[in-house]
């Protein structure tokens, strides 16, 4: 290790006590952590060596500068001039510089004084370069167990004001008193600003929705909040990964190319120095209320709790300690239009806020918030600037507000949260702000949540931890499925899947059945009671069915005509697209005002509650909605046509004339019958015909056959095959039909694949699949070259990197091989051997032979008791063999091959190393 770094520790190791004991002496830190400063301090007068520190102060010039190992960090050392710190007679620049660091809870270059750059003889243009290392140094002190108590002690309530004014005591250093530091807290000498942040606090950690089953409710009548269940989330901007994490998240060398980018996170897009003024944007249901609550309510709780590390649940969060405040706009325009004669201006916001803290007792502390706001600065979150009522007729005001807000409060940070429908016109957009979309879920985010949200029913409920851990595996296994995997990256969606596991111990297997739970629930947004702004009062606003005065189930009749006619429009459009249709506001009350007597004014109430609530209608731009996906207009519209007069008459024409749009509707039209004879009658009058072996095949009825036959396998069709009878005959006729589809080839390849697991579903016939001993063919005896050849290896390494070098040691030298004649398996092991494999105990002691070693610890760790689909065993394998498949018993029957048995070509098995070099 460079000399450089090393004398760098003793150097902190002599400054963070030093900088402890001033505070110690004026009062604000208690004498009790003096032992701990003086024995950092003792190990730098005995010169001894602290290997975790130095790594610390290394890993902090490489974070700072972007750079990695040990020489590109200490060029960086040099350019920020840190070699001045540790030379003689410096004692007062090392004091100074750890001043700074226990300031440092950003890396906002305000943070250094231009003395400091003088002493140092720094050029400015390297400011924030040096206020970096000093954050990132901050960081990583604050892991190590020498300095994490230090750090702790110095976070007391007036350390900010103390450091500041310890500034001639501490160095003799020029013109640092009066610089502004990055504070580790907010305070003031004459305000406490508890009050108004325990306030914020508890009204941002609600969640929206009751997410815990009923009988998981606590029995002291604990709730889960919005920090037990929140995933950070990402924005759609990405940038390149560093060369170490992604090396860390590569497991195997095929996957060398794979995440070279990542998508930033919404914190460091919310903290980045440069975009002081941002407009966030998501769609309804996406995250974006619930990132400003959340924000709120760490930042809040970390002002109460400033020992408590709350920070630490921000990871990339830069700007340490500030002042949050939060509005919801169409709260403020109610209030002022209840309220203001004339047009509401900036000073209408303040009115508000003052007006919101009145309301909960807290009067007294508008006054000091809003001089602490415009004199320091804060976090102003506006949030839904869509969401106000009449949002396009009151667009150049509410742009005109804050714009003429954000001139007022310079030192504010504002972030403004908006759907992206109503901020792509350019007069929506407000000057000077720049803008960053949340991204969906992705996978990691996926489990993160259901994780989280699991860990939250454990802590509020009676669960067992381990049966949640149970759970919580198996939803994550099941959002991967494809019927899931389109809703899961959708976090309104996946916290509706999230509730309906945890109150089943499983999601339905039927899609119709779980789209109708989530229907369901979906409604249930808009039954709640709500507290609401009225007149400038806080009130509470009854559910949908009292305001109008109708059933559920008459409701949800409106919806589905609503959805069978959107989805009949659009289908019928030349520039129809995959998802979800618009539906007008004068669509709406069309259907809605003659099931509402008449009533024009129930109709618009209607109207209001889908605008101002998540639910199973969202407005996507001024009077003009949808439904959230467009799974559920297709679900709605099925719905719809079971109940028709001409059905399945009807649907059958629609599907067959129209196979690509009416599709999803027939087979939630099968899936959504409660008796499985209406279902039959579906599926037969889709495919009324028995296929004759050998005979030509249309694709059109190629086609009929195999939805027809996906129906049957979404119904489970052959769990009510118990004798002979119809249904017996149906799905005879429907696995001949697909037998006949996979040997004629009559569909293209990608639906011919599908094919092949509804079969599997339904059962495959043919003896070669699902027999116990599989189906072999002869191989006759010779000679034949075994592993791969030096040129053909460097190619490999070549393409794919210097990882694959150890595989292809395994595979040379090249050499002859002389076999016998054998017999080898006529396919490769299918799913439905696989699954016999599977229920034999194949993931148990019983089997542990089959497993490799590698294989059998992953499945241990990750608690792996069999595929999450056996349709699709691959999903939990991972990319790894993990299973000897030659060692793989079925039914006491051995079978398998060895390398040069599967590497002869005469076997017809395609060597890895052939798939590697012509793929």
């Not at 003052?354 to 600065?377: I, N």
């Not at 542990?848 to 294989?855: H, L, M």
Request: with cysteine; proline share 6%.
């Amino acid at each position: 290790m460079d000399p450089l770094f090393i004398a760098l520790a003793t150097a902190i190791q002599a400054g963070a006590p030093f900088v402890i004991q001033k505070l110690i002496e004026k009062g604000v830190i208690e004498p009790g952590v003096k032992p701990l400063a003086d024995k950092v301090q003792a190990r730098a007068t005995a010169g001894q060596k602290d290997d975790a520190l130095v790594l610390a102060i290394l890993t902090a010039i490489e974070d700072a500068s972007g750079q990695e190992g040990e020489s590109l960090a200490m060029q960086y050392a040099q350019k920020i001039r840190l070699h001045e710190i540790v030379e003689p007679g410096k004692e007062a620049l090392r004091n100074e510089v750890m001043r700074l660091v226990y300031l440092a809870s950003s890396a906002d270059p305000g943070i250094i004084p231009d003395s400091l750059l003088h002493a140092l003889r720094l050029d400015p243009s390297l400011r924030g370069g040096l206020a970096n290392f000093l954050f990132q140094l901050r960081r990583k002190l604050n892991k190590l167990p020498d300095f994490q108590p230090l750090f702790q002690a110095a976070h007391q309530q007036s350390v900010e004001t103390a450091l500041k004014h310890i500034a001639f005591d501490v160095s003799t250093l020029a013109r640092t008193v009066d610089r502004d530091a990055v504070r580790v807290r907010v305070i003031t000498d004459d305000w406490n600003a508890e009050p108004y942040l325990r306030y914020l606090a508890n009204v941002c950690n609600v969640l929206p929705l009751r997410v815990i089953d009923p009988q998981y409710a606590s029995p002291t009548g604990e709730t889960a909040t919005l920090s037990d269940v929140y995933t950070n989330l990402e924005v759609t901007t990405t940038v390149e990964i560093k060369t170490d994490k992604r090396k860390a998240r590569q497991e195997q060398p095929e996957f060398l190319d794979r995440e070279k980018m990542r998508r930033l996170t919404v914190l460091e897009v919310v903290s980045d120095p440069k975009l002081r003024r941002l407009v966030l944007l998501g769609d309804p249901g996406g995250g974006k209320s619930t990132f400003v609550n959340y924000l709120a309510f760490i930042l809040a709780r970390h002002q109460i709790e400033p020992n408590d590390q709350w920070l630490e649940k921000l990871p990339d969060w830069t700007l340490g300690a500030a002042m949050p405040v939060r509005v919801i706009l169409r709260d403020w325009v109610a209030w002022v239009s209840a309220n203001h004669s004339h047009p509401p201006s900036a000073q209408s916001l303040w009115d508000f806020l003052k007006h919101d803290l009145t309301s909960h007792g807290l009067e007294t502390e508008f006054a000091p918030l809003k001089k602490y706001l415009l004199e320091r600065g804060g976090l102003v979150l506006l949030d839904g600037l869509d969401e106000v009522p009449d949002a396009n007729a009151r667009r150049a005001l509410l742009k005109s507000v804050i714009e003429d807000f954000e001139r007022g409060c310079g030192k504010c940070r504002i972030v403004v949260t908006c759907r992206p429908y109503a901020y792509e016109k350019r007069e929506w957009k407000l000057p000077g702000f720049a803008e960053q979309t949340i991204a969906p879920f992705s996978n990691e985010q996926i489990a993160n949540f259901i994780r989280g949200w699991y860990a939250a029913v454990v802590q509020v409920s009676g669960m067992n931890a381990a049966l949640a851990e149970s759970k919580a595996n198996a939803l994550i296994a099941a959002c991967k499925m494809p019927h899931l995997a389109e809703l899961a990256p959708r976090p309104l969606l996946l916290t509706l899947m999230a509730t309906l596991h945890t109150s089943r111990g499983k999601l339905p297997d039927d899609r119709a059945e779980l789209y109708e739970d989530c229907v369901r629930l979906l409604l249930d947004f808009w039954q709640q009671n709500k507290r609401v702004q009225v007149d400038g009062q806080t009130e509470s606003e009854p559910g949908i069915l009292d305001a109008l005065g109708i059933s559920r189930d008459r409701l949800e009749q409106l919806l589905n005509q609503v959805a069978f006619a959107a989805h009949t429009r659009q289908g019928k459009s030349a520039h129809r697209q995959n998802v979800t249709a618009d539906i007008s506001g004068e669509e709406l009350r069309k259907v809605l005002v003659p099931a509402l007597g008449e009533d024009w004014n129930k109709a618009q109430t209607a109207i209001h509650y889908v605008r101002t609530r998540a639910g199973l209608l969202i407005e996507r731009e001024p009077d003009v909605f949808a439904f959230p996906h467009r799974t559920f207009q297709e679900f709605l519209t099925a719905r719809f046509v079971v109940n028709s007069q001409d059905f399945p008459c009807n649907l059958v024409e629609w599907v067959s004339a129209d196979r690509a749009w009416w599709r999803e509707v027939y087979l939630l039209s099968a899936g959504h019958q409660r008796a499985i004879g209406r279902a039959v009658s579906l599926i037969n009058e889709l495919c009324p015909r028995d296929y004759l072996e050998g005979q030509p095949m249309r694709e059109q009825d190629a086609f009929a056959a195999a939805l027809a036959a996906q129906a049957a396998a979404e119904v489970k069709l052959h769990e009510h095959v118990t004798e002979p009878g119809r249904y017996r005959d149906t799905l005879g006729k429907l696995q001949t039909w697909l037998v006949g589809i996979i040997a004629q080839g009559a569909l293209p390849l990608v639906e011919r694949a599908e094919v092949g697991r509804i079969l599997s579903a339904l059962g495959d016939p043919r003896p070669d699949v699902s027999g116990a001993i599989p189906e072999t063919v002869p191989v006759s005896a010779g000679e034949f070259v075994m592993g791969t050849d030096i040129e053909t290896a460097k190619r490999i390494i070549e393409q794919f990197g210097k990882d694959w070098e150890k595989w292809i040691k395994d595979e040379q030298p090249q050499h002859r091989v002389t076999l016998n004649a054998y017999r080898i398996g006529k396919y490769p092991v299918t799913n439905a051997q696989y699954r016999r494999f599977v229920e034999d105990n194949g993931y148990t002691d019983a089997h542990r032979e089959c497993w490799t070693d590698a294989g059998w610890d992953w499945r241990a760790e990750e608690k792996i008791i069999q595929p999450p689909d056996l349709d699709h065993p691959e999903f939990g394998l991972e990319p790894i063999p993990k299973i000897k498949l030659d060692k793989m018993c079925l039914e006491d029957q051995p079978y398998g091959t060895s390398n040069a048995l599967s590497e002869n070509p005469s076997s017809g098995v395609e060597s890895a190393t052939t798939m590697a070099t012509t793929n």
